[in-house]
């Protein structure tokens, strides 16, 4: 993963420019986590900023069509480094192995169970509260993880939360979510086809565990919004960033 290379791949992006130049000063370093005998995957450890560190580790896997390396990715992970958050992202091994199709849900469930028991013993960030979630399949499968009892888990953090398949709002994928005990951070654009806010606001409401929705207004999926809503991807970005941080420190205790 070299550095010019790797940030030139961002230039097209929404926030390209903005996460280039992020890059320049974070820079990650990659591990491996061993999921299986003779099976690992490779993961990306970005340190917190240690002139803002929070004691907190985030976690956060990808979606279903692209790796950790995916601009949106980069661009979540390298923002919570340069606000004091260690962030961690990871491949699932579909993806570490060039196939398109995710893995089954057990597999990819345990892929996330390997990487928090991978970051509760790493050398620098096993000291920290931990974490997880990730974008759209990557929140899903750590809620899921967390729901099935993964030790450990301080918190969630769950970026465009798949509630269903596009056109099927009856096919909910929410049951699991009473089972978590860890609060919750959603983060869901108004426009997002896998479920809007207002669907999700009923079922947050049901649940025991604390629940925290910030909604993007106009967001897509990805948190894109048109260019009518005269406001700047990057800045729409940012302002997300900062919610997870406040949100993090307010929930966890951190300075």
Known sequence: ??????????????????AARVLARIMPDPFRIDIAPGENVSALAY???????TGVTLMLAHGAGAGQ?????????????????DAVTFNFSYIEHGRRVPDPS????????????TVRGHEKLGRNQLAIGGKSMGGRIASQVAAGGAGGVAA???????????????????????NIRAP?????????????????????????????LHVVENGDHSFKVPKRAGIAQDEVYEAILDRIEGWLRETLGGP
């Open 1 to 18: 993963m070299d550095g010019p290379g790797f940030r030139s791949r961002f230039a097209g992006s929404p926030s390209g420019l903005q």
């Open 47 to 53: 340190a917190a900023d240690a002139r803002k560190r």
């Open 69 to 85: 390396e995916s601009p949106f990715l980069v661009r979540f992970a390298t923002g919570l480094a340069a606000r004091g958050i």
């Open 106 to 117: 057990p597999k990819l469930e345990a892929c996330y169970r390997a990487a928090i028991a």
């Open 156 to 178: 969630l953090v769950l970026l465009g939360y798949p509630l269903h398949p596009p056109g099927r709002p009856d096919a909910l994928r929410a049951k699991h979510l009473s």
């Open 184 to 212: 919750m951070l959603f983060v869901q654009g108004s426009r997002d086809a896998f479920g809007t806010p207002d669907e999700l606001r009923p079922i947050l409401a049901k649940l025991e565990a604390p629940a925290a």
